[in-house]
């Protein structure tokens, strides 16, 4: 017998592509192509083909992989950090890291906009905005924004379109001066685009009287840790009409007076301590509070309660046209991306300890900060904060001694700049050890030991000095789902039961158009637990993070091979963000020449709402460029408008391939146009998964592009965040690259920062770098190629079921195609109906009404088999044939399958049924659903009402009870 010693493992380039070979055989042959070079060259311009492999470094095999990336990672130093500045150690609860943060069940799911198969997330999202309420002392919370940073510039911004009468011509917002530096960075950013004047300032010196003033903005505690009472200053505030924003440090707030409830109208804040790992900076869901009266108009998701047809209750994601972004041009935010499943695990860990518990935590990190302050203070040392909750600002005489120490230790503190002052942040990992040795430390500096070890005693109580008038009076999270899941096998159930209710990749295809639901593979994801990469506080000594400075640098490396740009920033922590800071960049650009005027955008009408969002933020005007009939870009009107613009032309902003599926033949004169005109070309890169390995935003003539990785590069969609917006730009742009005021990064001219952390949620980007050191340049332009073949796959088997909107001029889509479902109107069947009654076939509906209102964008991906894309077309089909039903009159226009899709157990189960159909026929339409299948919770989900009744935290328990009516729900 002859052994074959080839290698173990099946190359991973095989376990992330769906169709096998001989599936890819008959499936061109269904689409009368020869070959995937045939398919490409009918698909894709000849002019902007790739002439030349993708020079990547050979793929790794995912043992291999993991191996090698263990021991990169591995020369992160992992220190015990004290630097605080809004980032802390903590603890994940083994049960919530298991079930949420590693489970495929949550983290592989979109964003709720089919509330009916997202009530488990939705839920989850509910506690979190609760908690956030209750903790802020506001009236609406939303359900989580990017970081601290950015909540606090949007609040900034919302605050500014909402001035009131007498402070219409106000444009300066104050800052405190004791601020963390990160936020004002962000916070000085978004400015520029808004013409908001940003003055830092002691608040306590500030002249209130000043008309000019419309908002400020507070760190509690402050960013040296101090803790004040600002009841009387926000009187006088009042007194001017100005707003005020908190920045608010959320576990702090289980003992210190709510900033609602001194009068705020804005708290933001990070729920990073709330058991999400430090990552090097993220992700972390930050949170964002206000009043009711802005609920209109606050930036981000608000989940809501409300029912469904059969009056049961039910979670959708409320006032839904209010995302900022669907506004396009006037908008004031572009944020498209949330932070869902870290904003699930923070919910979660307040699910997990209750108010109790949360509370039990507070009081020991804040006992231990005054242990270790009493200690100091016999040690001979002044520590600045006369009143704190966490931390401590220690005047030193020898800073450089000190940090040596430390530094011997694995002791991370934090450096004032001005060489005299050390901060200490004490976080829940914190243990009487670790106060030793901090004592130990500064007690080198006196020539001295500690003078006293009696706070050791397990029995020992200190008295904590703070003023009464700063202590949290008030009750908080008192709902049942805070005190009643504390056991772990009750909240192991409830965490469940709440995944069961959600419909993810890990049940059936998710073929979103523009949103691109491919495979998240489990080595890809692996590292992001590792303690290597969540241990790392973002602003740690550099030399610490070799590990992850390797990775940025290969992986910046790698995506300017794929891009043909010339450097890449990693900063943008959204798509969104990624918009902005190119947008920033061209901006600044067009500064360092003179050409201050610049600031006209061209944007297709077809384009993705967040960019003329973006454009408007970044101090842009907008200039909609119409399409032609076959959905491309009008190139006469482009033409037009460029000409018209040409001293005042800032870009354009493109999609390539279209919004609308399709590779324009026109895309290179298309650019050219515009740098005719002086203007820049920024790229959305939504679609660069149709374009990597076969051409690249550099060759058709792009000047800066950003890169959803939580798309084309695999970071899972969370539910709906986190995401990965990283630019790459041409080597002109390059030195305009965004910086941290901490952390040095970006260009030598560099931009203000975009997002909190200087390299964005950082941890995530491993997902990434892993799934590109595994498919190797061959592998990924095998990805592209297959990707495009099961979109032409579908487009083929459905085309004689629907009408297909757009394609290119030899019949081809990309790696999309759009189905008109607008002629069914004639029928009373709307798309929305086609998209719940997908649900009943074990399907997320593909993406609806975008581009164009009335039809369906999908969008497979190359990681599903021919099986699954079969199954799909089946079931797409299948409803056809339940539509020809109502034109033949075999079926009633009013009460049929569709129109009361989805059909829930309970409904199909219930002793009577008066429906025109079949039970089976509910349920069961096709033969494979009846081996798999997944049950909608709630019937149709009744929109109106929850906006007519906005309910955005959990309702009242008695609302819960059997038979008592969501009506009596109390609303704001």
Not at 776 to 781: I, V
């Amino acid at each position: 017998m002859k052994i074959h010693l080839s290698p173990q493992e099946r190359p991973f380039v095989e376990r992330h592509i769906g169709p096998n070979q001989e599936e890819v055989k008959d499936m061109l042959s269904y689409i009368n192509a020869d070959s995937i070079d045939q398919l490409i060259k009918e698909t894709i311009p000849e002019q902007i083909h790739l002439n030349q492999p993708l020079n990547l470094p050979s793929p790794l095999g995912e043992t291999e992989f993991l191996n090698e990336f263990k021991e990169m990672m591995g020369n992160n130093a992992i220190m015990k950090n004290y630097i605080g500045l809004g980032y802390y150690d903590c603890i994940t609860p083994k049960v919530i890291l298991r079930n949420i943060l590693e489970n495929p069940g949550w983290y592989t799911a979109y964003t709720p906009y089919q509330a009916e198969i997202a009530q488990g997330r939705l839920e989850a999202l509910i506690n979190f905005q609760t908690m956030v309420i209750e903790l802020t002392g506001m009236e609406v919370a939303n359900a989580s924004l990017l970081d601290e940073g950015t909540a606090a510039a949007e609040a900034m911004s919302m605050l500014y379109s909402k001035r009131s009468r007498n402070k219409k011509e106000s444009n300066t917002f104050v800052v405190d001066k004791n601020v963390f530096p990160q936020t004002l960075a962000v916070l000085n950013t978004r400015a520029k685009g808004f013409g908001i004047n940003i003055i830092v300032e002691d608040i306590n010196n500030l002249d209130l009287t000043n008309p000019d003033i419309y908002g400020i903005l507070i760190q509690y505690p402050d960013g040296n840790g101090c803790v004040k009472d600002h009841s009387k200053f926000l009187e006088s505030v009042k007194e001017q009409e100005i707003t005020t924003v908190f920045a608010a440090d959320l576990l702090s707030l289980t003992l210190l007076n709510s900033p609602g409830s001194l009068g705020a109208d804005v708290v933001v804040g990070t729920t990073q301590r709330f058991g999400i790992p430090l990552g090097y900076g993220g992700p972390h869901a930050a949170y964002f509070a206000t009043k009711e009266r802005y609920k209109r108009v606050m930036p981000g998701r608000i989940i809501g309660v409300s029912k469904d047809v059969n009056d049961n209750q039910a979670y959708r994601m409320a006032l839904q046209t209010r995302e900022q972004h669907i506004k396009r041009e006037k908008a004031t935010s572009n944020i498209c991306t949330a932070q869902v499943l870290l904003a699930v695990m923070a919910g979660m860990y307040g699910v997990y300890h209750g108010p109790k518990g949360l509370i039990n935590i507070a009081q020991r990190i804040t006992g231990l900060t005054h242990i270790l302050n009493q200690q100091l203070l016999k040690l001979g040392f002044n520590q600045v904060n006369d009143t704190f909750f966490d931390t401590l600002k220690i005047e030193v005489e020898n800073i450089t001694e000190l940090r040596s120490k430390a530094l011997l230790e694995n002791v991370n503190l934090r450096y004032f700049e001005d060489g005299k002052h050390v901060g200490i942040s004490i976080d829940e990992t914190t243990t009487y050890n670790d106060i030793e040795m901090l004592l130990n430390i500064f007690s080198s500096q006196k020539e001295m030991g500690i003078i006293d070890l009696e706070w050791q005693n397990e029995n020992y109580q200190i008295d904590i000095e703070l003023s009464d008038n700063l202590l949290r009076k008030d009750k908080f999270m008192q709902h049942e789902v805070f005190t009643k899941y504390q056991s772990e096998h009750e909240i192991l159930r409830y965490l469940k039961r709440l995944e069961n209710k959600d419909l993810s990749l890990a049940h059936s295809m998710i073929s979103l158009g523009s949103c691109t639901m491919k495979l998240n593979a489990t080595t890809e994801m692996i590292p992001v637990t590792w303690p290597e990469l969540g241990n790392m506080h973002p602003f740690a000594p550099i030399e610490q993070v070799k590990g992850y400075t390797s990775m940025f640098e290969n992986l910046s490396s790698w995506l300017s091979e794929i891009t043909g740009f010339h450097s890449v920033s990693l900063q943008p922590n959204s798509g969104a963000q990624g918009e902005l800071a190119g947008l920033m960049v061209i901006k600044a650009y067009h500064e360092s020449r003179g050409d201050f005027d610049r600031d006209i955008m061209l944007i297709p009408s077809s384009a993705h709402g967040t960019n003329p969002a973006s454009a408007v933020m970044a101090g842009q005007k907008v200039v909609i460029v119409g399409c032609d009939e076959k959905g491309n870009i009008d190139l006469e009107d482009l033409k037009d408008k460029a000409q018209e613009h040409s001293t005042s032309l800032g870009g354009l902003m493109v999609t390539y391939p279209s919004t609308h599926g399709v590779f324009e033949e026109d895309i290179r004169e298309i650019c050219q146009t515009i740098h005719d005109h002086g203007g820049q070309v920024y790229m959305d890169g939504a679609n660069m998964n149709a374009q990597v390995g076969l051409t690249s935003p550099g060759m058709i003539g792009a000047d800066v592009c950003h890169l959803n990785l939580h798309k084309t590069f695999c970071i899972p969609h969370g539910g709906g965040g986190p995401g990965m917006g990283p630019i790459c730009v041409a080597a002109h742009l390059a030195p305009f690259l965004p910086t941290s005021p901490i952390i040095e990064c970006g260009g030598e001219k560099s931009t203000d920062a975009i997002s909190a952390a200087p390299f964005g949620s950082a941890s995530i980007l491993a997902i990434s770098y892993a799934y590109i050191a595994m498919m190797g340049g061959d592998g990924l332009k095998k990805a592209t190629e297959i990707a495009i073949l099961n979109a032409n796959y579908i487009k083929e088997r459905l085309k004689d079921s629907y009408d297909i909107l757009y394609t290119g001029h030899l019949g081809r889509c990309a790696h999309e195609m759009i189905i008109d479902c607008r002629e069914f109107k004639a029928l009373k069947i709307e798309v929305t109906d086609i998209a719940k009654r997908l649900m009943d076939y074990g399907y997320h509906a593909p993406t609806v009404s975008f581009p164009v209102p009335g039809t369906m964008m999908i969008e497979p991906t190359e990681s599903e088999t021919k099986e699954e894309l079969d199954r799909f077309c089946d079931a797409m089909i299948a409803i056809r044939a339940e539509i020809n039903e109502l034109n033949t009159g075999s079926a009633d226009l009013e009460h049929n399958v569709l129109k009361s899709a989805p059909h829930t157990a309970d409904f199909v189960m219930a002793d009577e049924w008066n429906q025109t159909y079949s039970r089976t026929k509910a349920a069961f339409p096709l033969p494979y659903v009846k081996t798999n299948k997944f049950w909608p919770t709630v019937r149709r989900i009744d929109n109106a009402y929850g906006d007519r009744n906005l309910i955005c935290s959990c309702a009242p328990i008695e609302s819960y009870q059997e038979n008592v009516s969501i009506e009596k729900a109390t609303t704001i």
